[in-house]
């Protein structure tokens, strides 16, 4: 909703409609497990960049997925490395917005990661400092604190993030949200990725250069271990995230 807002998408549908219409897209699928994708764009009706006078449609798209960097990589973790293309700049395109064409930024970082024999990319900003990933958030733990780069970044808001922020909290494990230097990577006790995705995925290793002990580390398994709990119905969801269907 809040990047719609920021867009000028006006939705003819409630937050409400749109949980409904994400409950019926499964119930009437029969799905089990799956990965949603709501998804608000301007029709082509308008061919030029003005595109307040083309109606906006909602779409909700189903994807059975499994683990977005790989099978073993909640556990083992994965290989990164830091990418040489940047988060936009400020006042460029809003990154605060879950946009489509911010992907195409992503999308070279992530191909260019690939290529390179890695599983995903750690963009920094247009300052030099540490972002997030391609399509993720970045945690950094030092001395049993965590660390992640704040909005001014470049960076996505993302919900995974908050919820990892508010796990933390119950775990007494304190956050802080400061700009981070890329060398910071490298001397990190742990480090890890959240999304909607990737979930919470370890990353044990940053250039080659083996993160703590290049295994996952015991603040990373223990927010996993919540994260997990909750999204699986096997721990009580204090926080009302979850929507029964």
């Known amino acids: 909703m809040d990047s719609a ?3 000028r998408m006006p939705l003819r549908y409630s937050a409400e409609d749109l949980i ?3 409950k019926d897209t499964v119930t009437k699928n ?3 497990f799956c990965y949603l994708r709501p998804i608000a764009l301007r029709t082509g009706e308008e061919m030029g960049v003005f595109g307040s006078n083309a109606s906006v449609e909602v779409f909700v798209i189903p994807k ?3 683990r977005y960097l790989g099978a073993e990589a909640v556990e083992q973790g994965v290989d990164v490395k830091v990418s040489s293309w940047r988060r936009p700049a400020p006042n460029t395109f809003p990154t605060m917005a879950k946009a489509g064409g911010n992907y195409l930024n992503a999308q070279l970082a992530k191909m260019e990661a690939r290529a390179d024999g890695y599983s995903e990319g750690i963009m ?3 300052g030099g400092l540490v972002a997030e990933g391609s399509g993720e958030n970045l945690f950094l733990v030092r001395d049993n604190v965590l660390y992640t780069a704040p909005l001014a970044a470049g960076i996505l808001n993302g919900i995974t993030r908050d919820s990892v922020t508010k796990l933390a909290g119950t775990l007494d494990i304190p956050v802080i949200q400061q700009e981070i230097p890329r060398e910071m990577l490298y001397i990190a006790d742990e480090l890890f990725f959240t999304g909607t995705a990737a979930e919470i995925t370890p990353i044990r290793s940053v250039d080659r250069i083996p993160i703590g002990t290049g295994n996952r580390g015991p603040v990373t398994q223990a927010i996993q271990n919540e994260f997990f709990g909750i999204t699986s119905g096997t721990k009580t969801d204090s926080f009302g995230w979850l929507t029964h269907v």
């Open 5 to 7: 807002k920021i867009y």
């Open 20 to 22: 409904e219409a994400c």
């Open 30 to 32: 029969g799905l089990s």
């Open 64 to 66: 059975v997925w499994g």
């Open 124 to 126: 920094l900003d247009v």
